[in-house]
């Protein structure tokens, strides 16, 4: 039986925080993530963590290769979280990358890994479970310091689960091609059933098994969601000024910089028609303007759902997202 007890954790150093601070901007660390970053780095356990959304997941497999010289491999099932995570790095000075099965530059990215050049290599379940990368793997164990495994979104490791993929399922080998690296497994939605899969799954062995035990309150993950959309405005993905003219200029101008308005006012046309905009399109524009306005203060002008039909799914998605937060906030329910 998987070992699960817990050991008391001693709490950050100064110099824990120190490249916290440096490299993350955030001046102490949550209870569970300190636990987590404690097991991998002090005690070299392999984790089970089930953290709500909202409360650092990422930090626990991003910060390692910050503290420790090596390289973090990071499994995750989502090609667009992937890349926005890496632009975050990028924006913080942390080399990284990612490898999937369809992508252009592979043999590139594989060199640039095999000469140092990243600290966190994302890869898809794909490209990890294909002839191709289970070599780069095999080689990564033995030419490289790699220092933790991540499985990021683990629920869709368990067919009991509400995201089953069957590559995510064929990860046990990895403790047989990285015996001494400790797998940090973590997920925001794991029942009992789904949780002892992930374990059984993934050969977790002296295993910090560690489960939230306060969730935040719904308040709570909103106010976080709110921090997170207004910290990233100026660097991250997506720009969104109107939805069918009724949002202001002038609105957009009290959630981002005079430069980046100025940039969102000079690509707009009145004549724009943004049933028109296909996801394609909003890439292309947001990959030289690095720029991110707050979509979500547009809802609370009240644009209806029979008009959001014909805007790209991302658009929709955040659509939906708030009018959750907004009955949320309301005391409603989901």
Same mark, same amino acid.
Request: charged share 25%.
């Given at each position: 039986?998987?070992?699960?007890?817990?050991?008391?954790?001693?709490?950050?150093?100064?110099?824990?925080?120190?490249?916290?601070?440096?490299?993350?901007?955030?001046?102490?660390?949550?209870?569970?993530?300190?636990?987590?970053?404690?097991?991998?780095?002090?005690?070299?356990?392999?984790?089970?963590?089930?953290?709500?959304?909202?409360?650092?997941?990422?930090?626990?497999?991003?910060?390692?290769?910050?503290?420790?010289?090596?390289?973090?491999?990071?499994?995750?099932?989502?090609?667009?979280?992937?890349?926005?995570?890496?632009?975050?790095?990028?924006?913080?000075?942390?080399? /990284?990358? &990612?490898? !999937?099965?369809? =992508?252009?530059?592979?043999?590139?990215?594989?060199?640039? %890994?095999?000469?140092? @050049?990243?600290?966190?290599?994302?890869?898809?379940?794909?490209?990890?479970?294909?002839?191709?990368?289970?070599?780069?793997?095999?080689?990564?164990?033995?030419?490289?310091?790699?220092?933790?495994?991540?499985?990021?979104?683990?629920?869709?490791?368990?067919?009991?689960?509400?995201?089953?993929?069957?590559?995510?399922?064929?990860?046990?080998?990895?403790?047989?091609?990285?015996?001494?690296?400790?797998?940090?497994?973590?997920?925001?939605?794991?029942?009992?059933?789904?949780?002892?899969?992930?374990?059984?799954?993934?050969?977790?062995?002296?295993? /910090?098994? &560690?489960? !939230?035990?306060? =969730?935040?309150?719904?308040?709570?993950?909103?106010?976080? %969601?709110?921090?997170? @959309?207004?910290?990233?405005?100026?660097?991250?993905?997506?720009?969104?000024?109107?939805?069918?003219?009724?949002?202001?200029?002038?609105?957009?101008?009290?959630?981002?910089?005079?430069?980046?308005?100025?940039?969102?006012?000079?690509?707009?046309?009145?004549?724009?028609?943004?049933?028109?905009?296909?996801?394609?399109?909003?890439?292309?524009?947001?990959?030289?303007?690095?720029?991110?306005?707050?979509?979500?203060?547009?809802?609370?002008?009240?644009?209806?759902?029979?008009?959001?039909?014909?805007?790209?799914?991302?658009?929709?998605?955040?659509?939906?997202?708030?009018?959750?937060?907004?009955?949320?906030?309301?005391?409603?329910?989901?």
């Amino acid at each position: 039986e998987q070992a699960s007890s817990q050991k008391e954790t001693k709490g950050p150093r100064p110099e824990d925080l120190n490249i916290l601070s440096k490299y993350f901007g955030h001046k102490s660390f949550r209870p569970m993530q300190w636990e987590i970053l404690s097991a991998i780095i002090q005690d070299r356990r392999d984790v089970c963590a089930i953290m709500c959304t909202g409360y650092g997941k990422s930090l626990c497999f991003q910060y390692p290769s910050t503290f420790m010289e090596g390289i973090t491999l990071v499994i995750s099932p989502l090609i667009s979280l992937m890349e926005d995570q890496i632009l975050s790095l990028k924006v913080s000075n942390i080399p /990284a990358c &990612l490898l !999937g099965s369809a =992508q252009k530059s592979q043999s590139k990215v594989i060199s640039e %890994i095999f000469n140092n @050049l990243y600290n966190i290599v994302y890869v898809t379940p794909e490209f990890c479970t294909g002839d191709l990368g289970t070599d780069v793997l095999k080689r990564m164990s033995r030419e490289l310091s790699v220092i933790l495994i991540a499985v990021d979104e683990a629920h869709c490791i368990s067919s009991w689960g509400h995201d089953f993929r069957y590559q995510y399922r064929q990860l046990g080998f990895l403790h047989s091609v990285f015996p001494e690296v400790p797998i940090l497994a973590v997920t925001a939605t794991a029942t009992t059933k789904v949780r002892e899969d992930i374990i059984q799954s993934l050969n977790l062995r002296n295993l /910090a098994d &560690l489960t !939230g035990k306060s =969730q935040p309150q719904k308040e709570d993950n909103l106010k976080m %969601i709110e921090s997170y @959309l207004i910290t990233r405005l100026c660097r991250r993905r997506f720009i969104l000024d109107y939805f069918e003219d009724k949002v202001e200029l002038k609105q957009v101008q009290k959630n981002c910089c005079d430069n980046c308005t100025k940039k969102l006012y000079d690509n707009r046309s009145d004549q724009e028609k943004y049933k028109d905009i296909d996801e394609k399109g909003c890439y292309d524009f947001t990959k030289d303007s690095k720029i991110l306005l707050d979509a979500v203060s547009t809802l609370q002008y009240g644009f209806e759902v029979q008009n959001q039909l014909g805007y790209p799914e991302v658009f929709r998605n955040i659509y939906y997202m708030d009018l959750a937060g907004t009955n949320l906030k309301n005391g409603g329910k989901l």
